[in-house]
Each structure stands twice: as structure tokens, then as C-alpha cells.
């Protein structure tokens, strides 16, 4: 098979983590051509000059031109304007894809604007820039292709390590909705609640140790990335804005028999929930996570003794599931890193009963985390009102001033999440 030229337009963390793999493994291509902006080419000219087989080109014209197999990792909300400008400069029956988040308005943008004898075969990575891919799904889209080209970008994209799962667009958007979407809006939330309430979660004993240690170093690993990463699969997937609702809405709805003293009716509703998206009767014995590794990645001093907490985000998860008809254990093929760990400290806490009657009893008796609960309700609700508005400039207002707040706890953070994420994809791999 005669070698070919790859290339990417667009070198975010994304275009970068191709640029620094596809070098690695010159056994199906000739060299890598990439762009980005023209603010950046001579920024990118210096950076690569050391690397003999990519070309930093000065724009999308050149590198569509001159390659063969085609990656857009640019933002889900500029898809289709970049593509409508490189795209009909696409070099004769080469092959085309993206890297987005979300594909519906992707695959959109490449019928609409690439020449017809062009082949589109998309990809998606399902773990951020700064995870090792090793093991990770990463999603392969065969839309227009043929079955000899799809097998080429198979062989191109392998020396990712990655494990590669076959999908159509459609599916694809519904699977990430249904992993990605109300977990990051849960964690934005988590953010957005500790912010509003001037607090360090890790300075606080009460969100030191076990379940906390998780909400802590995913929610800080969610902001320390670039805020399109999620508005893009927010409020362009088709199936995210109901399911970023439906969470805001489980949160208001148990908050209320909360505060209500309502015990019997919540109890019930908790459990119905964990019936229907746990399987009963499996006791603890398989559990994703346990105690052990909880409790080892903290940015605290771990107390002697843990404050109960009634785990409202927890607890809204698995009812939004519930309501939504969702299996998380059916997606787990590809799943993100960041569900796994969402998915294991819920099923933590639903596989144990005495922990969930101790959260029942705490959330109808205990006050500690009354304030929290209201300014993380607010928070659920605000979120989803964002992504059903559609604006992508009120949703970066919002991530990047959260954003701003927890910056300095960033790198400690990063560091513990990629060893939490080792620890459960380790356990997870074959589930």
C-alpha cells in the first residue's frame, strides 16, 4: 500500500496529541502536513522544527491539498465554517474526518462542503489531550468510504494503542450523551456550588477522604481544560439538552424532599432508582472502586473520621438514569475515563446498603451540607439553562471564571486524576 500524507488542520491539545503520536509510527504515511491559525504558524514552524517528517503549512488550503487523509481538530462550534473554507480544496479522492466532540454538525459540514469524490471516515478519542491513549476507545466512523480506505485510517490511527470501536454518527452522539454529557455537567456543578460559597473543598475535613476525593480531583481536571471541550457536546448533541435537564431537575426534585423531611418518599424513590440501574442482589464483591482506592488520591489530610454527607449529586445521577431508561454498564465499551470514575463511586455508593441508608438518614437530619446542597442545586439548574440557550459565550463566562478560581490546585490535581484514571481503567478494562 503506497504511503500517504496526513493532515491536520487545527493544533489545539487535540491536533497536538496526533502531531506528537502519528511520528512515532511512519509505517503507513510519508510525513504529517498541520495548521492552525496564521497568529500561530510561526509559533508552530519553531516548535516542530526539529521533527523531519510534519510540515507546519500556512493555512487549511495548503494542507488539504497536499494530503491524503485529512483530520479537522478544531472546535465542535467552528466545524462548519472551517470546513466550508478548506473544505473545497480537498485534494482528489482523499479522505476526510474529525475529531470532534459531537458529530451531528461534523458530518453536517463535510456533505455540505467537501466535493463529492471525497471519502469521510471520522474519529473521536474518548479521553482528553493529556491522557496516556493507550487502551482508551477511540471511536472510527465509516460515513462514506470504502472498506480498503477505512482499513488504511485503522492503520494509521493504531499507533495510538488505543482500542478502536465502530460506530455511526447517530449512535455515537446518543453514547456520549449518555456518558459525557450529565457527567460533566454534574462535576461543572460541583465547581460552580464551591465557587459560589467561597470554598476549598480540600481545606474542608468534610470533603476530605473517599467518595470527595473523586468529586474533588474530577471536577478540577474538568476545569483545568478548555471550556469548548464541553460546550461543544453540550449544546450542539442533539440528545444532551434533555439529558442535562432531566439532572438539573432529579437535583431540584430530591433537594425539595430533602429539605421537605420527606424520608419514606425519598427513600423509596432512591431505591427504585438504584434497582432499576444496579442490578440487585450482586452485593460488593465486584465493585469498580473500593475504600482503599478512594481514599488514596486526596489534596487533603484524610480525617480520622469521615462527616456523613448526603451525596446529592450522587444521588441525582442514578435518578436521572433511571428516568432516562439509561444502562451505564451498556456503554462501556466506550466510555471516558472521567464516567468510569463517575460509574464506580456511584455504584460505591448504591452497592452499599448501610452507606445509602447513612446518606438517606443524613440527607433528612443533618444540615452540614444544607448550603452546599441549595448553591449546587442553583448550580445544576443554571448549567442546563445555559446549554438549552444555546449560547456559547455565556457558557465560557461561566466555565472560565470558575476557572479562574481553582487555577492554582490545577497541576496537584492533574497528577492525581491521571493515576486515579490508571487505577480504573486497570479494573475496568475487561468489564
Known sequence: MEKIAVGIIGMGDMGKMLNRLLPTSVSSYRSVNACDTPAKYDTLKEQFAGSANVHILANGHLVSRSSDYIIYSVEAEAIDSIVAQYGPSTK?????????????????????????????????????????????????????????????????????????????????????????????????????AWRANNQFPWEINRYVGGIENVKINVTLRIYSNKWHVYAGLAILNPSAKNQIRQYAQSVTELFKLMLGGHRVELAKRIKTAGEAVFKPGRGDEDLLLRDEVLDRFSLGKVPKEKTPNNHLSLLAMVDCWWKLGIVPYDHMICSTPLFRLWLGVTEYLFRKPSLLDEVIKTAIEDNSFRSDDLEFTFAARGWSDCVSFGNFSSYRDRFEGIQEYFAPRFPEATKLGNEMIKTILEKTENA
Do not use: N, W, Y
Open 92 to 192: 482528489q479522492g482523499a479522505i476526510v474526518g474529525g475529531q470532534t466532540s459531537c458529530k451531528a454538525p461534523e458530518i453536517s459540514a463535510f456533505e455540505k462542503h467537501l466535493p463529492i469524490d471525497v471519502e469521510i471516515i471520522s474519529c473521536h478519542s474518548l479521553h482528553g489531550p493529556h491522557v496516556d491513549p493507550e487502551g482508551q476507545p477511540l471511536v472510527l466512523i465509516k460515513h462514506r468510504a470504502s472498506q480498503q480506505s477505512f482499513e488504511l485510517v485503522e492503520k494509521v490511527l493504531s499507533c495510538f494503542k488505543s482500542k478502536h470501536v465502530h460506530l455511526t454518527a447517530e449512535k455515537h452522539d446518543r453514547i456520549t450523551a449518555d456518558t459525557q454529557a450529565v457527567t460533566h455537567a454534574a462535576f461543572l456543578s460541583m465547581g460552580t
